[in-house]
């Protein structure tokens, strides 16, 4: 029988690798991008999957933001009437939910995207971090009916097409970034301690009533400086106005509003890949 | 008794006799001469696996509220919190394994064969010791399907795409994988719709298509039939053949005998045995009640 040290050194003198040691962060990005085949694959057989259980298949992806659009319409445009300070209300309140819906579709996937995922994890070994890139990259194909929708309910509203619309590429981008970031933090927690998965949702229900997506934050907010500020720079409510500045007419979003957007997608991002990727070899415990 | 298991009468019994035959017949040829003992595959030192299991973790069970809450949700480091317990399925195991080498794993139900399997491909963080290993490893489980929604065709790109193949490199093995698999125009199904022989199958061409440095198999090769056990046995010689080494866990001794030359024999996550095949056998069918010779 040998030592640990005797293994050690059988194992260095033959080049064997250690399994479960965490990679270096750079080859561990290395890795990442060689399986990038595999995220895309990945991601578009989820898309192709979600829907099949269901009679209407594809059209859900339509079909579920408009209900949920018009019941929010019902809800706090006819009933509440929470329209002061959002200009058109329809176009407003499109925008809204439609990209809302996506970005917390990524967060509430992307945290369950390893502990939902055993059987994969633990018949293959590739870097985990493919799970919560491939899911959130899911949401993001499943989201393009639905922004298709918005343009068209947008235009109907007479919203005039301009070159400004183009800028609603960099935020979906941005978006991704950031819901990935989330997703890497979310995906750690959720597989490490099952319990908070039940909170991410509670807490997007949350993020939906406090981002201004039926609501103009700074109109209700006029009288409390302080918290129209945190409000309107918390990232769900930013890309949402980012994204009001290129296609909602008489909305327009300032440099700072895209700095602080690049800031939230670059820092969330890079956090949640980190955090992630420390907990490397600790995924697939049960 | 109904925990033990019964080594022999298993399913698939004559082509296990003409196997036999056929390795003695397939030893002869020059293909493979008797090799010595190749430099180290793996080394696995005093590895301990443990899961974590979630009892009943109710919403509404007066136990939920207990003051000990916060301590359930931020502490994981404590053994049992409340009705999280660990099950220590892995107690301390060490040999190592070599170029052209196929070991056998035998034991009892609940042994910990899988788990074992499992964390020596990498696929279960271990909680204490090191396991070291050459190359890539492949298992195959019990539990086939990839990604049981999706149709074979998915599965398989999916499963080449993970192994680190390129989209081209699957494109070009894909029919040899289904040819391998024999399971025909069932490729185009979703995998759900599959017995769990033919998913076994497709399964193992999959994880074959590009040879392994370290192939194992647990209980896999059983659900299949004799054509399809032939053609296995063919891919794990040449495993061995390209100095890498087999793992097998099987119920059925004869496959065990058959196919691997050492044998490990766990009992309760521990290695009570580690030797030449028929010795390790014979001295665990000694220990099974009812069987003893
Ligand atoms: N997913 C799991 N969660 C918790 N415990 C498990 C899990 N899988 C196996 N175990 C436990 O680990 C031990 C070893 O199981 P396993 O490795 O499957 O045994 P074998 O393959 O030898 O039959 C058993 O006590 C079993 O109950
Ligand atoms: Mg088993």
Not at chain 1, 24 to 51: C, D, E, P, T
Not at chain 2, 191 to 210: D, E, P
């Amino acid at each position: 029988m040998l030592s640990h040290e005797e293994a050690a050194a059988l194992a260095s003198r033959h080049k064997l690798r250690r399994l479960g040691a965490r990679p270096r962060l750079a080859s561990y990005l290395k890795a990442l991008v060689r399986r990038r085949h595999f995220i895309w694959y990945l991601a578009s057989s989820g898309a192709m999957g979600r829907n099949q259980g269901s009679y209407l298949g594809q059209v859900w992806a339509v079909l579920n933001p408009l209900l949920q659009f018009s019941v929010l319409w019902l809800v706090f445009g006819i009933i509440l009437g929470t329209r002061e300070g959002t200009k058109d209300f329809i176009s407003f309140l499109a925008v809204g939910t439609f990209l809302f819906g996506f970005m917390a579709s990524g967060v509430i996937g992307g945290s369950k995207s390893i502990s939902s995922r055993m059987a994969l994890v633990r018949a293959l070994e590739f870097p985990r971090a493919v799970l919560p890139t491939a899911v959130t990259l899911t949401e993001m194909i499943m989201e393009w009916p639905a922004v298709v929708v918005m343009m068209i309910i947008l235009l109907i509203r007479g919203n005039p097409i301009t070159w400004q619309w183009l800028g609603l590429i960099p935020v979906l981008l941005l978006m991704y970034g950031f819901t990935l970031g989330m997703a890497f933090i979310l995906a750690r927690i959720v597989s490490i301690t099952p319990d908070y998965g039940n909170l991410v949702p509670i807490a997007m229900t949350l993020m939906r009533f406090v981002s201004g997506v039926f609501y103009s934050i700074s109109t209700f907010t006029a009288s409390l400086p302080a918290l129209s500020v945190i409000l309107n720079y918390q990232p769900f409510a930013l890309y949402l106005s980012l994204a009001r500045g290129c296609v909602q007419d008489g909305f327009t979003a300032q440099w700072y509003d895209w700095a602080m957007g690049v800031f939230w997608a670059a820092a969330v991002g890079f956090i949640g890949l980190v955090y992630f990727w420390r907990a490397e070899a600790r995924y697939g415990r049960d | 008794m109904a925990e033990t298991e019964e080594p022999r009468g298993e399913e698939p019994k004559e082509p296990e006799v003409d196997f036999s035959s056929d390795l003695t017949a397939a030893d002869r040829p020059p293909k493979r001469k008797p090799k010595r003992l190749g430099r180290p595959t793996m080394v696995v030192d005093d590895v301990h696996v443990r899961y974590r299991v979630f009892g009943a973790r109710r919403m509404g069970t007066s136990s939920q509220f207990k003051p000990s809450l916060y301590k359930r949700l931020f502490d994981r480091t404590s053994k049992a919190v409340g009705s999280v317990s660990e099950v220590h399925a892995v107690r301390g195991v060490s040999f190592v394994a070599r170029q052209g080498e196929s070991i056998g794993i035998i034991g009892r139900n609940g042994a910990g064969k899988s788990t074992l399997l499992r964390a020596l491909a990498g696929l279960m963080p271990y909680s204490e010791g090191a396991v070291y290993a050459k190359g890539q490893t492949a298992l195959l489980g019990v539990n086939a399907a990839l990604l049981p929604r999706l149709t074979g065709e998915r599965n398989i790109v999916l499963g080449g795409l993970a192994l680190g193949l390129t989209p081209a490199q699957v494109q070009a093995k894909f029919d040899e994988i289904v040819e391998f698999s024999g399971i025909g125009e069932f490729v185009s199904l979703p995998m759900n719709a599959y017995s769990s022989g033919m998913a076994s199958r497709l399964r193992f061409a999959i994880s074959t298509a590009k040879i392994p440095d370290i192939l194992m198999i647990d209980e896999a090769l059983s659900t299949g039939d004799a054509e399809f056990q032939r053609k296995s046995r063919d891919k794990i010689l040449e495993v061995k053949d390209q100095a890498g080494t087999v793992f097998l866990v099987s119920h059925s001794s004869a496959t065990v005998l058959s196919m691997c030359e050492r044998v490990l024999w766990l009992d309760a996550g521990r290695l009570v045995m580690d030797g030449p095949a028929a010795e390790v056998v014979a001295a665990y069918k000694q220990t099974l009640p009812g069987n003893r010779r």
